[in-house]
């Protein structure tokens, strides 16, 4: 228990920075609680996501996955697409998550090695990392904020035609995606203990 009070403490001060810049967003700068709120989802989505790359037992990264996923719908019907926001809960929280937990358990393995192969990349996935934050910064420096008055509302009946009429092909691989899940996952499921792995 003293080894995770460190954690534990590091983890109770991002959250109350996180909160804290929230509150001050809403009583001294006067703003929306929507922007608050989209602040306090996008610290839950980051650190979730540092989380799924740091942590050590894969389940609990898992966890920590849908999580994640869970801030990305928030975040998207804060922007006014709640049919993106459930279909990112159904399908990433409700299948392909649980699928990755279930495939877990079902191999047993839990604990990682302590030298994880993508750790042996570190050096070149830092420089791309710098790179994309470049590219980031770069894009949001060069947008012209002032050309966007409001938020727009896209309506589900909207958004729903223009998935199923101009995106039917990229649709259908998503489907196809799911099915090589749900394969992979009674292959899975169904090999022998003995057997090749």
Do not use: H, N
């Amino acid at each position: 228990m003293r080894a995770k009070l460190p954690q534990i403490i590091l983890a109770l001060i991002i959250i109350s920075v996180v909160l804290g810049i929230a509150t001050l967003m809403l009583i001294a700068l006067k703003q929306d609680w929507q922007d608050a709120l989209l602040w306090v989802l996008a610290a839950v989505l980051i650190g979730s996501a540092l989380l799924v790359v740091t942590m050590r037992d894969i389940i609990r990264c898992g966890l920590a996955m849908i999580v994640c996923f869970l801030a990305l719908a928030g975040i998207y019907t804060l922007m006014g697409v709640p049919l993106l926001g459930a279909a990112q809960v159904i399908v990433y929280i409700g299948a392909i998550s649980v699928l990755i937990l279930f495939a877990i358990m079902l191999t047993q393995t839990k604990d990682a090695p302590s030298r994880l192969v993508f750790q042996t990349q570190a050096g070149a996935a830092s420089i791309a990392a710098v790179v994309v934050a470049i590219v980031i910064a770069l894009a949001v420096s060069a947008t012209d904020w002032g050309e966007i008055p409001r938020r727009t509302r896209l309506g589900t009946d909207v958004m729903s035609r223009i998935l199923f009429e101009q995106f039917v092909f990229p649709f259908e691989i998503v489907s196809v995606l799911l099915l090589a899940a749900v394969i992979g996952g009674v292959f899975l499921a169904k090999r022998e203990p003995g057997g090749p792995s």
